[in-house]
């Protein structure tokens, strides 16, 4: 789609940093994180009063009992309402999915939130309520059902394995959620979701097992999504009470109208542009609240917001500056929410909620899809400088030059990643070969850290395989024994005297990966099967095909495309590239060291080795266009990918890889010993997915695209590689420079790339953020997968972030 020049040149110029808005963010930033019981103790009462009703019909129940309890607060000032707790940065304890984490948090001396280092109030009435209304649900959640399965299977070695950091422990905390139809609730509103689960009821004749079961989750649906209306009303009843105390003239105006919107919406189609931010958030905040989870995804809202937002624009009801700031409004909400993690999320996301937004990409005819609106969010997110929702860019050749330098303008002053960029070609393709027809793939969008996903077709991505490749890695030198724990985990592949070649070697590698990979499945396969049994009615009623199935999203028969809900993710392909090489060299190619030597060094951690560890560091890395290194590369991530489409998730779908980032090198690499290729042990890895591991880079940007353009990225159903780029903003400052950027990313693209995001700043902006951490609250940094605050990482995170700060120039491959 063409946008004006003169629409472009308004928006450049609106002011998305209002006094509201920015007093809004200020008290988000001035506000200690709290631990709430409300939550947890309406459900646990709803679960009380229920027991022998149908499972679905509890959860409905369930839910309407949190939404007629929690407190309902209107900030001063804000226009788009909403809270999830009653404090401004609050979150709930996913209690009736793993209470242990709720009762661990409140027992401990240092409590924090999403992050190791931010830390959180509990009020004594919050932590005797959680700590009791936990205790209840011990036998009873999701996760000692989980539990219990993995250690019947697999007695003590699941833990084990856990313990050891290779394989990660299954989802425990609250559930990962997809997104609502927004389109669908903002053309026919939940009053017409009801009507259309009443309509299903109607038609029912039989009444055999299976039609009672849908009539079971209809009645759910329609239990739900009354709730969510009638907790709108909630806040429509504030706003009269609060507007008739109201002196000041203005803001009392403000809260009439907010009453009148909360009374429309969501329940009825949204009329104009700010009722479709309200119903918006209104439903995007009741997943948050049915699930007590994270990885809502706004997806496509340049594309959804649209309509309204043109109409308003078009009849001047509003102008490009209102729109402005009722989005910038939206973002503070999004910044208000967190969730409470155990200690594993906490490493690997580091205070992330996962929210993940989309712009750009094509339409259903294959045209640009790119509006207005879409240069309008730009501009918000570059003002606003918060930390998420994530915002993903799907890149085509038909888009602009101007809304590409647009971002990238976006992406120097945000500084965080904010946004990355996915190749839409790649991307659709790779749906398509997973059995996807064109007419759904066209309209992914991204969720979670980086993920490409179908919104509205796909439910609770919930349970995934995660495979550590340098474990695994430590075990083939070791045969199947974790040198760090000691005991014997993964299958005997091989002495390591009995190598007689680096083929031989690489094969016993294969063998323990094949081990791993089959146990990680079986894992994830009994937590879809635990999941499956917590039924999601709101979130049901808003995907496509479940009311018609009359089947829950987390069940067999209820999202659209099942082969989607779960995936491999096999990570640290880097190191164990480099170790393969270094191996290959100086072990079997040059012969000047055994592998007894090389294992033996491992093990002391390079104490006493250091002309050995030289060795290994001098034995070429990946990341600088070198084809010894590169083609090691090339066969694992291709060998890996193909082989985990073997699996099956539990739908009966073949698997597919998943390669994104989250924090996953630190909290990896705190449980993996020293590596062949030079790195100590407890270190972390090398970030993201092709990243080059820490001081390894020698090439700069063009050796690096030269390296990552070698390998596959439209087979095997990939959906996600993470690439990170950290330039200077120093020189991103003209258009000509932004142009470079511009033709370094359309270079990777044009052969064959799938994913980049740049992290854009310099040494001396995070060593002055360390010194003043309160000057720099809205630095924003990307941690491989995610943005996050930079003050709000622990300090290993941040001198990672601070390494490798050299800006080299920009050459375009051949």
């Given at each position: 789609m063409v946008v004006s020049k003169i629409a472009i040149d308004e928006i450049d110029k609106v002011n998305v940093l209002t006094e509201r808005v920015k007093k809004r963010r200020q008290e988000y930033w001035e506000m200690t994180p709290h631990l709430c019981a409300e939550r947890g103790h309406l459900a646990t009462l709803s679960w009380r009063e229920t027991e022998g009703k149908p499972t679905v019909i509890r959860r409905a129940k369930l839910f309407e009992k949190v939404l007629e309890g929690i407190p309902v607060l209107i900030w001063n000032g804000e226009l788009i309402v909403g809270s999830q707790t009653r404090f401004v940065r609050g979150c709930y304890t996913p209690v009736e999915i793993n209470p242990q984490i709720?009762?661990?948090?409140?027992?401990?001396?240092?409590?924090?939130?999403?992050?190791?280092?931010?830390?959180?109030?509990?009020?004594?009435?919050?932590?005797?309520?959680?700590?009791?209304?936990?205790?209840?649900?011990?036998?009873?959640?999701?996760?000692?059902?989980?539990?219990?399965?993995?250690?019947?299977?697999?007695?003590?070695?699941?833990?084990?394995?856990?313990?050891?950091?290779?394989?990660?422990?299954?989802?425990?905390?609250?559930?990962?959620?997809?997104?609502?139809?927004?389109?669908?609730?903002?053309?026919?509103?939940?009053?017409?979701?009801?009507?259309?689960?009443?309509r299903e009821i109607h038609e029912l004749s039989v009444f055999d097992f299976d039609e009672v079961h849908k009539l079971h989750f209809l009645q759910a649906v329609i239990i739900a999504c009354e709730a969510v209306i009638k907790y709108a009303n909630r806040y429509s009843k504030l706003a009269k009470e609060l507007a008739f105390k109201e002196r000041d003239n203005d803001r009392r105006r403000e809260l009439e109208n907010i009453a009148k919107i909360c009374e429309w919406v969501p329940e009825n189609p949204a009329r104009?542009?700010?009722?479709?931010?309200?119903?918006?958030?209104?439903?995007?905040?009741?997943?948050?609240?049915?699930?007590?989870?994270?990885?809502?995804?706004?997806?496509?809202?340049?594309?959804?917001?649209?309509?309204?937002?043109?109409?308003?624009?078009?009849?001047?009801?509003?102008?490009?500056q209102d729109a402005a700031e009722i989005l910038g409004c939206l973002w503070v909400k999004f910044l208000e929410l967190s969730t409470h993690k155990g200690p594993q999320q906490k490493e690997r996301t580091q205070g992330s909620q996962y929210s993940n937004l989309t712009v750009g990409g094509i339409n259903s005819k294959g045209e640009d899809a790119t509006n207005e609106l879409s240069f309008l969010i730009l501009e918000v997110v570059r003002q606003v400088k918060v930390h998420q929702p994530h915002l993903c860019l799907r890149y085509h050749d038909k888009m602009s030059d101007d809304f590409l330098i647009k971002a990238l303008e976006c992406n120097r002053d945000v500084h965080g990643g904010i946004p990355y960029f996915n190749n839409d070609r790649i991307v659709i393709h790779n749906l398509i070969e997973k059995g996807i027809p064109p007419e759904d793939a066209w309209d992914w969008a991204g969720f979670g850290c980086v993920h490409p996903n179908l919104p509205h077709r796909v439910g609770q991505p919930t349970s995934w395989c995660h495979v550590n490749l340098n474990k695994v890695f430590e075990m083939t030198l070791n045969n199947g024994v974790d040198p760090v724990s000691g005991k014997k985990l993964g299958i005997e592949s091989g002495n390591i005297q009995s190598f007689s070649s680096y083929d031989e070697f690489y094969d016993a590698f294969k063998k323990q990966f094949r081990f791993w990979l089959k146990r990680g499945a079986q894992m994830a396969r009994i937590a879809s099967v635990a999941y499956a049994d917590y039924p999601v009615p709101f979130h049901s009623a808003t995907l496509d095909d479940c009311i018609k199935n009359g089947r829950d999203a987390n069940e067999s028969g209820g999202m659209r495309y099942p082969q989607l809900a779960a995936k491999s993710l096999d990570r640290g392909h880097q190191n164990v590239a480099n170790s393969l090489a270094a191996i290959k060299n100086i072990v079997f190619d040059k012969k000047k060291v055994t592998m007894t030597e090389v294992v033996d060094a491992l093990s002391k951690n390079f104490e006493g080795k250091e002309e050995l560890r030289r060795m290994l560091l001098s034995a070429p890395k990946?990341?600088?266009?070198?084809?010894?290194?590169?083609?090691?590369?090339?066969?694992?991530?291709?060998?890996?990918?193909?082989?985990?489409?073997?699996?099956?998730?539990?739908?009966?779908?073949?698997?597919?890889?998943?390669?994104?980032?989250?924090?996953?090198?630190?909290w990896a690499g705190k449980a993996t010993g020293a590596l062949p290729d030079g790195r100590k042990e407890f270190t972390p890895l090398a970030p993201g997915a092709l990243d080059p591991m820490t001081g390894t880079s020698t090439g700069g940007p063009t050796a690096l695209i030269n390296s990552c353009s070698k390998l596959t990225f439209d087979h095997f159903g990939l959906m996600d590689a993470v690439l990170n780029f950290k330039?200077?903003?120093?020189?991103?400052?003209?258009?000509?420079?932004?142009?470079?950027?511009?033709?370094?990313?359309?270079?990777?693209?044009?052969?064959?790339?799938?994913?980049?995001?740049?992290?854009?700043?310099?040494?001396?902006?995070?060593?002055?953020?360390?010194?003043?951490?309160?000057?720099?609250?809205?630095?924003?940094?990307?941690?491989?997968?995610?943005?996050?605050?930079?003050?709000?990482?622990?300090?290993?995170?941040?001198?990672?972030?601070?390494?490798?700060?050299?800006?080299r120039p920009i050459r375009l491959a051949a």
């Open positions: 709720g009762i661990d948090e409140c027992k401990s001396e240092t409590p924090t939130i999403g992050s190791e280092v931010v830390g959180i109030i509990i009020p004594e009435e919050d932590k005797k309520a959680i700590i009791e209304d936990g205790l209840w649900w011990k036998g009873k959640s999701i996760c000692d059902r989980m539990d219990e399965t993995l250690q019947e299977v697999f007695g003590a070695w699941a833990q084990d394995a856990v313990n050891a950091r290779i394989v990660p422990a299954i989802q425990r905390e609250g559930m990962t959620s997809t997104d609502v139809n927004y389109e669908k609730v903002l053309h026919i509103g939940l009053r017409g979701v009801i009507e259309v689960a009443r104009n542009f700010r009722e479709a931010a309200q119903s918006f958030w209104f439903c995007y905040l009741a997943l948050v609240l049915e699930e007590a989870g994270f990885c809502q995804s706004p997806a496509r809202m340049d594309q959804y917001f649209y309509p309204p937002y043109e109409k308003d624009i078009k009849e001047g009801t509003i102008s490009r990946w990341g600088n266009d070198d084809d010894i290194v590169d083609d090691i590369m090339k066969d694992l991530w291709s060998w890996t990918a193909e082989t985990i489409t073997e699996e099956t998730n539990a739908w009966g779908h073949h698997i597919g890889p998943a390669r994104h980032g989250l924090s996953w090198h630190y330039f200077s903003p120093s020189i991103l400052q003209t258009r000509e420079q932004l142009k470079k950027v511009l033709a370094l990313m359309k270079n990777y693209f044009d052969r064959g790339g799938l994913f980049i995001q740049f992290n854009v700043f310099d040494k001396a902006m995070l060593l002055a953020a360390q010194e003043n951490p309160e000057m720099y609250r809205d630095l924003i940094v990307r941690v491989a997968g995610y943005s996050a605050y930079f003050v709000e990482l622990p300090r290993e995170l941040q001198e990672l972030e601070k390494a490798n700060r050299k800006t």
